[in-house]
């Protein structure tokens, strides 16, 4: 549905629609409770009546309607799978996708460890896959929770000579909650002391049961170091992604996810963004939590300009005011006025989130002070 009637969209605001259609009446507008308005014209109610109005803020409402902003079904087109690589500290994500990509990431990490999500695009026989490498560390909960919420399949990577560990069963359960297919690489075969079976043994206690048990979970041997097994995973995360039937609408205003973002000294905010709907295009408007601008320039993740990324498509884009929170959507707009009016609203809804989390936190030393 492209429209919501006055009625509904007073319901969604919690408020009179006489307010609403007093509102469109002194814009010159006649309309009564069952007026259809477009999303585009909801918004802007909506937004505008948070900034007026600055105690109950409305801006559920725009999440709502921005919710079921579903393209038509004969706009969609195939788009590449996003498969984000999980699993415990060490196990060997990094590795993995280095041997995929024939780069050497791992040995540039500070102590081996990641410590952000990477964003990749492999190209496999004219196939394209998306790959987000997580950190496995304990400490990065929310990046695995973000990564798992940003993808269509989770490559659950578990080192065979280790078996499954406390990050293993947190990334499988951020994967269960996501509702994202699962594939089990067992790393390391190369090594003397490997125990595939064991590995299967401890995941069926997780109800991953492996497909030659009976079950429906593909489990993949593989060895990051000599190579084994890599091109059968390609080939079951396309065999997936093909039943998964994945499409998107390329030909419409972009939308998609903050995966980073950091302040760079030379070149202002960077943001890393997934592409999920649409295309983003050099000169766009857009606006991602609080911060807003136009997309000055756009870099994938081999250091090429871009002028347009499309969707599934992860690239790094320069022009927004501030450096938005990762995690956060980003959007696409006509507009460089409704862009600043969405970064406003979004503001203001923080600053209340601030003030109310201040509030709480006080109250909480009061009560440990008594
Ligand atoms: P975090 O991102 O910090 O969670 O680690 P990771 O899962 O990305 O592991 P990483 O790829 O950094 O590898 C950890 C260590 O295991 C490195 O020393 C790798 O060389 C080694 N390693 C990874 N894969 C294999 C493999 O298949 N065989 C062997 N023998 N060693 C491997
Ligand atoms: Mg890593």
Not at 97 to 123: C, F, M, P, W
Not at 300 to 312: I, Q, V, Y
Request: glycine share 6%.
């Amino acid at each position: 549905p492209e429209k919501v009637s006055i009625k509904e969209l007073a319901e969604k605001m919690k408020m009179q629609p006489s307010v609403i259609i007093k509102k469109l009446f002194m814009a010159g507008q006649v309309s009564t409770v069952n007026t259809e308005l477009t999303y585009e014209e909801a918004e802007n109610i909506a937004i505008e009546y948070d900034i007026i109005c600055e105690k109950e803020v409305p801006v559920d409402v725009i999440e709502e309607l921005l919710k079921e902003d579903e393209d038509a079904a004969e706009t969609l087109k195939k788009r590449p799978p996003v498969v984000c690589v999980m699993g415990h500290v060490d196990h060997g994500k990094t590795s993995l996708l280095d041997a995929i990509r024939k780069t050497s990431v791992t040995d540039r990490e500070a102590g081996g460890i990641t410590q952000r999500i990477g964003a990749y695009t492999v190209s496999v026989n004219d196939q394209k896959i998306t790959f987000l490498d997580t950190p496995g560390h304990e400490a990065f909960t929310a990046m695995r929770m973000r990564g798992a919420n940003s993808t269509d399949i989770a490559v659950l990577v578990v080192a065979a000579d280790d078996g499954v560990m406390p990050q293993t069963v947190e990334a499988i359960n951020h994967a269960k909650a996501a509702e994202v297919e699962i594939i089990v690489a067992v790393n390391k075969i190369d090594k003397p002391n490997a125990n595939i079976d064991k590995v299967k043994q401890e995941m069926t206690e997780y109800g991953l049961i492996s497909t030659d048990w009976g079950g429906t979970t593909e489990f993949v041997p593989v060895s990051a170091k000599s190579g084994e097994g890599i091109e059968d995973l390609l080939e079951t995360i396309i065999l997936t992604a093909d039943i998964l039937e994945l499409k998107a609408n390329p030909d419409r205003m972009a939308r998609g996810l903050v995966l980073e973002a950091r302040l760079d000294k030379g070149r202002g905010p960077v943001a890393n963004v997934l592409v999920q709907k649409g295309t983003l295009h050099v000169g766009d408007f857009i606006s991602a939590g609080a911060s807003s601008g136009k997309v000055r320039a756009m870099v994938d993740d081999k250091g090429n300009k871009l002028k347009e990324a499309r969707p599934s498509q992860p690239v790094e884009i320069l022009g927004l005011s501030d450096v938005p929170n990762a995690g956060e959507v980003f959007l696409g707009h006509e507009t460089d006025k409704e862009a600043k009016q969405y970064a406003n609203t979004y503001l203001q809804q923080h600053k209340k989130d601030l003030i109310e989390e201040t509030k709480a936190k006080m109250s909480l030393d009061d009560l440990y002070s008594k």
